[in-house]
C-alpha cells in the first residue's frame, strides 16, 4: 500500500517530503514508467500545485506552478497568439508542465525549435532534504550559477520536485503545411535525409516512419508557403502528397500524443543520429516493433510491445550503446540502455539527494 | 615535488616557470585582477591534460585551465599557489560530419574556426561572442558564452551536444552525445556554464545549423537610447523573430567611427541593427514587416546595407565596439545584467540618469533582442579614486536589473568580477545548493578555486564588518585600485600600473 500525498502549498510538499524516507514526485501520471514509485516509495502527487503566476505576452515568458496542467499554458498561450515550440506530448491526456521537464519530452517541432531544455529558463524545487533552492531566472538570458535548470530536464523526479518553473515562448506561425514523400527504402530516405540537413530549408520537423516515408513539416507566412512548398518539391525529386490546414494539425497531434502506440505497448523514447538507424532498424525489423523516428532521426519513438520485457531492449540498446527511455509500462526501471554521466552523475546525484529519498537515476 | 610531477608528463619547454615566461598568463581580459601561478603547463594532447589533472589532485594543487584567455570576468585569473593548464595548442577539429550536422573539436579549437571549416557544407557554428576569432570552444563552454545572433539559435549550451570531461580528481566521464535530443538527467547542460569548476571538457560535440539562403539587415536611427530599446520591445513583441538585434548609443557609435569606421548615420541618438535569415520568400516579406514596426517605433532614419561588403562593416562597427571605446577613454568597466525586454527603454533611461547623477560617461551598446546590457562605464585609472566611483556606478546598475527582475550576466559568468552580486541575486539556499555541487564534483576543491563564490573567510569577515557593506564589482580594463572586498595578501592582486 503505497500513501499518497497532494500538497498545494510549497511549504507542505516539503513538510510532506521531510517526512518520508522514500519520496517520487508525480504530475498527472502520464509517463507511468516515470511515476510510478518503487516498493517502499510514497508518491509526492504535486499536481495540485497549479497556476499561471505570471504570463506577459509582450515578454515572450511565463512562470506557473509546476503541476499546472499543460493544456491550460497552451490555452493562455493561444489567446495570445504564441505557444510553446519544444511541443510537448500527452497535452490532451492531462501531462503537467513540471511532469514534461521531468520526462523531458519535446514532440516534433523540437526538430528546429529545440527541445525542452533550450526554452526552460528557471526552476524552483526541493531538493532530497526539502530544502526549497532557486536556479535560473525568469529572464531570456541568463549565465549566473550553474545551470540547473537544465538538469532538471529529464531528470525523471529523480533529482529534485520542481515547483515552479519559468518559460520562453515563440509567437505562432500563421500558417502550416506538410509533405509527406515516399522513398525507395530506408537508405534512400537516409539519403534523402542527409541531403536535407544541409539544405536552407527551415524544415520545422522532419519525421521518418520506417521503412521509407519522411514525413517534413514547414510552418510560416501563409503568403510565402506555396513558393516553399514547391521549391521544397523540387529538391525532394519525388512526388509527395500535401496537406494543409486542419487535416495538417490533426495528423501531427496524433503523432505527438502516441495515437500510432497500440494500447498494450509501453512509450520508449532513444536517443540517437542519423547514421545510426540501419543498425536500430535491423534488430527492431525481426521484433515487429512499431517505431517512428522524429527531429531528424535524432530521437526513435518505440512503442514495445506489452508482452516483451523491458530487460530485453535494455540489452538490445545496451549493445548498440545506445540510451533510452520508457515513459509508459511498467518497466522494472524506466533508463534503458548505455547512460552516460558515470561519476559526475553519481556526484551530483549525492549533492541533490544526499540521503537518497529520491529512486536512483 | 609539482614541478618534478609536471616534469614526468612534459617536456622542459612546455613547463614555464620563469617571471617572463608566466606573464602573459597573468590575467585574462579583465586585467585588473592580476596573479603569477606556480607554472604554466602547455599541453598538446589530452592525456597530458588528464595527467596533469591526476597530479594536481594528488599533491593538493589548485589548477585553472585555460583556453585563449579572453574572459571579461576573471574566468582564466591563475591562482597564485597553483597552476595553469593551456589548451590552446589541442586546437584541433577533429571530424566534422554534415549529414549529422555535428563537429568533434578539442578545447582549444577556436570558434570561428569552427564555422570556417563548416562552410563548405553550408553550414556553420551558431554562438558568435565578438571575440569569435580568438576565443577557445573550451571557454565557450565553460561560460555558456552568447553572441550577437544566439538570440535565434540559442546560446552555447543550446550547440552542445557532449563532451569528453576529466573531473577534478582525473576521473574520465563522458555527458551528452551526439544527438540533440537527450535522454536521462541533462548532465551536460549542467556542465556547460559551469565557469571551470566542474572539471575541464576534452573533446566537445558540438550542433551545426544549415546556413540560411537569405539574410537581410536594416540600420534605424533615434531620438534616444530610451527610444531605440522601446523599438526592440516592440519587434519583439510583433512577433518577428529576429537572428540579431543590435543597439549602440552616441558614444558607442563615436567610438566605432573614430577606429573601424562603419559609416552610421550622422549625429544620430542611438542606433539599432536588426537582422533576418531564413529562405528568402519568408524573409523578404517579414523584412517589410519589420521596416513598418521600426516605423511605427519612432526611426528617424532606417538603411539598408548597399551589399555584403556594408553589412559586414555594420557588423564590424558593432563587434568591435569594446575595444573601440578604449579609443574614447583610457580605461572603462563593462557590465552584462540583463533586464526583461519590455522594461529595455527603463533601464537604459536608468543608466542614463544614474550616469549624470555620478557625473560618469557610459556607453551602451548591447544585444536588445534579448536584454542583455553591455553599459561600458568610462573612467581615467589614474586619478584618484576614479575607480571606485566607476565600480559604485557599475554596482548601482547590476542592482538595478535585479531589480526589474532580470541577472547580473548574461554570458561573461561571475568567476571573479561578480562573486560579490551573487548573494545579490541569489538566496542563501540556493547559493549553498551550488558550493554543495561543487563540492561533491570536486571534494578537494582544486578545479578554478576562488571563482563563483566569495571565499567563505570573506564572506564571515565582511558580514562581521557590515551587513550591508556594498560589493565591489571589477570589470576594469587595465586600471589601479585596491582589492575589491578586500582580498588578501594570497589572493590575486589588483593592478596597480
Ligand atoms: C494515453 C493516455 C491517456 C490518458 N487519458 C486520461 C484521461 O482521459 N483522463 C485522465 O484523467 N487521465 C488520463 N491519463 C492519465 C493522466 O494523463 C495522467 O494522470 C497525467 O496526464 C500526467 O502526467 P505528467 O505528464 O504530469 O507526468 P507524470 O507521469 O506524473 O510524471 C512523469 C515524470 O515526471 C516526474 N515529475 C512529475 N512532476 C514532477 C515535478 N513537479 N517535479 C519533479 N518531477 C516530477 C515524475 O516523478 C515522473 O518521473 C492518460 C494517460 C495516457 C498515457
Ligand atoms: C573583445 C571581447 C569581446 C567579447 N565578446 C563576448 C561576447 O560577445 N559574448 C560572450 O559571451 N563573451 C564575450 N567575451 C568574453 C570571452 O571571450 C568569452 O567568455 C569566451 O567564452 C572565453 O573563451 P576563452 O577561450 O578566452 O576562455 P578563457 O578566458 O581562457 O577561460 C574562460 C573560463 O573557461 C575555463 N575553461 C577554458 N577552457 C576550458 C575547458 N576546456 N574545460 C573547462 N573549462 C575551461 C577557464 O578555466 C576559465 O574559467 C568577449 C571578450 C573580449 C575580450
Known sequence: MSVRLRPDAVEEAQEALRGHERVLPRGAGTKPALSSPPDGTVTLDVSGLTGIEEYDPEELTFTARAGTSLG????????????????????????????????????????????VRDFILGVRFLDGEGRLVRAGGRVVKNAAGFDLS???????????????????????????????VDCAGLDDALALMGALATAP?????????????????????????????????GILER??????????????????????????????????????????????????VKRRYGAGANIAWLAWPGERPAQELDELLRSLGLAGVFLTGSPPKPMVGTHRGGAFAQRVKSALDPSGRFPDV | MLLSALGAIYPPARILTSRAELAPYECDALTSFRASPRAVVLAESTDEVVETVRACHRLGVPYVARGSGTSLSGGSLPIEEGIVIAL?????????DPEQRTAVVEPGAINSQVSAAAAPHNLFYAP?????????????????AGGAHCLKHGMTSSSVLGAKVVLPDGELVELGGESIEPVGPDWMGLFVGSEGMFGIALEITLRLMPSADRTRTVLSAY??????????????????LPVAMEIMDKLAIEAAEGSVKPGYPEGIEALMIVELEGDHETVDREFEQLLEVLEGAGATEVREPDDDAQRALYWEGRKSAFSAVGWLSPDYIVQDGVVPRTRLGE???????????HGIRVANVFHAGDGNLHPLILFKGSEEGALERAEELAGEILRMCIRLGGSVTGEHGIAMEKRAFLPEMFGEEDIEMMRRLWRAVDPAQIANRGKMFLPEEELERDEAADPDAAPSSAAVAGTAGPPPGGASSGEARRDTR
Not at chain 1, 529534485?160 to 509533405?179: C, I, R
Not at chain 2, 533601464?347 to 547623477?357: F, P, V
Open chain 1, 72 to 115: 491550460e499554458i497552451e490555452a493562455a498561450l493561444a489567446e495570445n497568439g504564441q505557444y510553446l515550440p519544444f511541443d510537448p506530448p500527452l497535452v490532451a491526456a492531462g501531462a503537467t508542465l513540471g511532469g514534461a521537464v521531468a520526462a523531458g519530452t519535446s514532440g516534433p517541432l523540437r526538430y528546429r525549435s529545440g527541445g
Open chain 1, 150 to 180: 537544465k538538469l532538471m530536464v529529464g531528470s525523471a523526479g529523480r533529482l529534485g520536485v520542481m515547483v515552479e518553473l519559468s518559460f520562453k515562448v515563440f509567437p505562432q506561425p500563421q500558417a502550416w503545411a506538410t509533405l509527406t
Open chain 2, 347 to 357: 533601464a537604459l533611461a536608468e543608466i542614463g540618469r544614474l550616469s549624470e547623477e
Open chain 2, 128 to 144: 558568435d561572442p565578438s571575440s569569435q576569432s580568438i576565443c577557445s570552444i573550451g571557454g565557450n563552454l565553460a561560460f555558456n
Open chain 2, 223 to 240: 531620438e534616444s537610447l530610451e527610444a531605440a530599446g522601446n523599438a526592440a520591445a516592440k519587434v519583439v513583441a510583433a512577433g518577428l
Open chain 2, 88 to 96: 590552446n595548442r589541442l586546437n584541433r577539429i577533429l571530424e566534422l
Open chain 1, 201 to 233: 530549408l527551415d524544415l520545422e520537423a522532419l519525421d521518418l516512419e520506417p521503412p521509407g516515408r519522411l514525413w517534413l513539416r514547414l510552418a510560416g507566412l501563409a503568403d510565402a508557403m506555396p513558393a516553399r512548398l514547391e521549391r521544397l518539391e
Open chain 1, 239 to 288: 512526388s509527395g502528397e500535401r496537406l494543409e490546414g486542419e487535416e495538417e494539425g490533426a495528423l501531427w497531434r496524433e503523432v505527438r500524443d502516441f495515437a500510432w502506440v497500440a494500447e498494450d505497448a509501453a512509450i520508449v523514447k532513444v536517443a540517437l543520429v542519423p547514421k545510426r538507424v540501419p543498425e536500430l532498424e535491423a534488430k527492431l525489423e525481426p521484433l515487429a
